[in-house]
């Protein structure tokens, strides 16, 4: 059963803080994406990655940066996390020729 | 870049009835795939239904089938006999064909519709 796990479930931290979000998938695949989920704006690209070191900006990357140093791991890093990056965060993988999506279970963030 | 529009923020059905959410989208690829996904209250997304660009047949998948209109670039979602159970969030995604492209790594999606099913 292909598996994407994100590391956190819900998570609290102070206004400052760096924060790292950790995705794991065990299906090989190239391409992984994070996105952020806030009511009325739907799914928001942040980072995509299509290869190990290899990452692209998405819509909204301004306050994150992202890691890839092993093909089944992808990283998002707050480097000082502040309020109104309170949201869910979500991964996900995609398979050979696209075809086919596969989302972590997502990670509830709150930044005091 | 590609976009992809939902524009019924909110949509509410009686149990049993049939309800179509719409989704259009832009993109000047010719070879992709298109998605419903579904998320419940538990936030985790599940797969709906998949529509390969190159097909002209419309999916099907039990209670749910699209209508898929290439030219309009138009995808929508009919669920038949509404469940409680399908009382979530619908998002449409759109992403091109893996390596047909530059912008063949793009993975877009809508804003989203919440649906109700009323008993």
């Known amino acids: 059963d292909v598996k994407v796990t994100q590391s956190s479930r819900y998570l609290v931290k102070r206004t400052g803080e760096k924060v790292f979000l950790e995705c794991v998938q065990d299906?090989?695949?190239?391409?992984m994406f994070w996105y952020r989920q806030d009511p009325g704006l739907g799914l928001r690209l942040i980072y995509f990655?299509?290869?190990?070191?290899?990452?692209e900006k998405g819509d909204i990357p301004e306050g994150y940066s992202v890691s890839r140093e092993k093909k089944e791991r992808f990283s998002l890093i707050l480097e000082s996390a502040s309020t109104n990056q309170t949201s869910m965060y979500l991964c996900?993988?995609?398979?050979?020729?696209?075809?086919?999506?596969?989302f972590g279970e997502g990670s509830w963030l709150t930044v005091v | 870049a590609q976009t992809v529009t939902q524009s019924q923020p909110e949509m509410s059905v009686q149990e049993a009835e049939t309800v179509t959410l719409s989704c259009t989208y832009d993109?000047?690829?010719?070879?992709?795939?298109l998605f419903w996904y579904k998320q419940p209250p538990s936030r985790q997304m599940i797969l709906v239904i998949r529509q390969e660009a190159y097909k002209q047949q419309n999916a099907t998948e039990n209670r749910f089938s699209v209508n898929f209109q290439k030219a309009a670039k138009s995808f929508s979602l009919k669920i038949s006999d509404s469940q409680l159970g399908d009382t979530a969030m619908y998002f449409c995604a759109f992403t091109p064909l893996l390596y047909s492209g530059a912008g063949s790594y793009q993975l877009t999606f809508g804003k989203g519709t919440k649906l109700s099913v009323i008993p």
């Open positions: 990655s299509y290869d190990v070191k290899m990452k």
């Open positions: 299906m090989d695949h190239e391409n």
């Open positions: 993109t000047s690829e010719n070879n992709y795939y």
């Open positions: 996900a993988s995609r398979g050979p020729y696209g075809n086919t999506i596969y």
